[in-house]
């Protein structure tokens, strides 16, 4: 397997890619890492910690980043040597099984879709990040951010990819499929969730209804499917709160000597439950309906999170998920 990697996305790019790289050469000598990006800034960084670079990452070299502030279409059209562009054109070229990056989520999107090409009777690929549950089995939840607005066909595509990616790649017999609403009852919603809901139940899945976004961590349902608008706002109001939760419960354990000493015997269930709670322990997104298998990492990843995205790469990729998907697809005759 060869795992392109984005070198030069992210807010703490390179050194995350660079570290994260190496941490996933040194488990996986049956993968072999290429770090597509700046050469003169990642090879300091490869001889920075120490020892010889495994013989099973390389760099590939791109002069030119895609940075946050970059409108994504512009970017991607003309900056051709771009670390993502490059990326994404070695996985349409076959040069890798898969591409990760950390970078611009507009702009990734883009490349998706101009470079890495759409797969066939899918019109807008989808965002799939892991929702942590309470459970501990979590919920896929799409379109969390690669599309601002969405037709109700769209939706209708996301929930038939998520259920087989849970199906495929995460061993889900029977996927229960949700979409995220307001309320329970069938009429609830805007008029794209009313206009989804009589789709959804026509779908080859097992459609659990609507879900309200307070139910989803109870483990509701195994896929959730949203547009990218409230899926984004969804998914960052899981991580603020996640992260005010921890803030509140460091003040107060730090208040006296004993609020201290409890902290003290409770540090492992903490640390558990941080874990349980921290995307950095869940690797990245698959963008779902391309023709190639891309994984999205979170903005602020650290090495920890690339390395993670790099091991569910592998899984995806073990697993066909691509041609499963794609599969599945022309075999239901589904393109809406």
């Known amino acids: 397997m060869r795992i392109a990697i984005d070198a030069m996305g992210g807010d703490n790019a390179p050194e995350c890619n660079v570290e994260g790289a190496l941490a996933a050469a040194a488990e996986w000598k049956d993968t072999h890492i290429v770090l597509v990006g700046d050469e003169s800034k990642i090879q300091p960084l490869l001889s920075k910690h120490g020892g010889q670079v495994p013989s099973n990452l390389s760099v590939h070299h791109a002069g030119e980043v895609i940075g946050p502030e970059d409108e994504p279409v512009k970017a991607v059209r003309r900056k051709k040597d771009a670390s993502m562009v490059v990326a994404g054109r070695m996985l349409k070229e076959k040069e890798a099984d898969a591409m990760i990056s950390a970078g611009n989520t507009g702009a990734l999107m883009t490349t998706g879709l101009l470079v890495v090409g759409r797969m066939e009777g899918i019109e807008r690929p989808a ?13 896929l939840a799409l379109d969390l951010g690669a599309n601002m607005d969405a037709k109700p066909e769209h939706l209708a595509q996301y929930a038939l990819m998520g259920s087989l990616y849970r199906q495929k790649v995460m061993g889900v017999e029977r996927p229960r499929v949700g979409l995220l609403n307001v309320g329970t009852e069938p009429g609830k919603g805007n008029e794209l ?43 960052k109001s899981i991580e603020g709160t996640a992260g005010a939760m921890f803030k509140l419960l460091k003040e107060q354990f730090s208040q006296n000597f004993k609020s201290k000493l409890g902290a003290a015997m409770l540090m492992p269930q903490l640390r558990g439950l941080k874990d349980k709670l921290d995307y950095k322990e869940h690797g990245g997104a698959p963008l779902l309906g391309l023709s190639g298998l891309v994984v999205k990492s979170h903005g602020s990843a650290d090495g920890n999170a690339i390395k993670n995205s790099v091991r569910q790469a592998r899984i995806a990729i073990q697993s066909q998920l691509v041609e499963s998907i794609s599969n599945e697809i022309s075999g239901k005759r589904v393109t809406l």
């Open 127 to 139: 965002l799939a990040p892991m929702i942590p549950t309470l459970d501990g089995s979590g919920v």
């Open 193 to 235: 969730t009313k206009h989804t809901f009589p789709l959804l139940e026509q779908m080859p899945i097992h459609f659990v209804g609507n879900v309200e976004s307070r139910d989803i961590m109870n483990g509701t349902c195994d896929v959730l499917v949203c547009d990218g608008f409230a899926g984004n706002i969804l998914l």
